[in-house]
């Protein structure tokens, strides 16, 4: 009998980050609690970066931004938030999007399949994804679900369901 097996990754969909950056923009600019203090944000890269004159309103600018990439379907375990930092008369913080799986995580992915899911499972890590095997679906089933229910600190996507 063959092996089933599934690949875990960390990846984002820049389109619909970007549309949901887009959305942010507009919003802030039409609202009238963000007129003339400067509010907007800004997607460079891998990094997004808001502005606004005082530390409450960048926050507020970074839950409506956080509102749009949920609506979205993008994980907010995707964003790495900086502290809100004075420069000159504008507050910036910057939010990095992170995708693939750090070494450290894989190896704490890997140790929780192997202590907690179904005996004949194996988790073998290639680069920022892992590869999880065994010879019943049922197994891998249970896998999906033990990791769905932890709280890690990565956004994880199942694919390559074999």
Sequence with gaps: MAESSFDIVSKLDRQEVD??????VKEVGQRYDFRN??????????????????????LAVLDVLQSKLI??????????IGEPKQ??????????????ISSEDAKRIAK????EGPKGVKAQIQGEELRVSSKKRDDL???I??????DLEVALQFVNYR
């Excluded at 203090?37 to 960048?58: K, P």
């Design 87 to 100: 420069s000159g008369k504008e507050v910036r913080l910057a939010a990095a999007l992170k995708e693939g």
């Design 19 to 24: 549309n949901a950056v887009n959305q942010a």
């Design 145 to 150: 679900a033990l990791l769905k229910g932890k």
């Design 71 to 80: 609506r979205r379907g993008i994980s907010l375990k995707a964003l790495d």
């Design 112 to 115: 929780i399949i192997r202590d």
């Design 37 to 58: 203090i400067g509010a907007g944000l800004t997607l460079r890269g891998d990094e997004i970066v808001l502005t606004a004159n005082s530390e409450e309103r960048v």
């Design 141 to 143: 089933q249970e896998v």
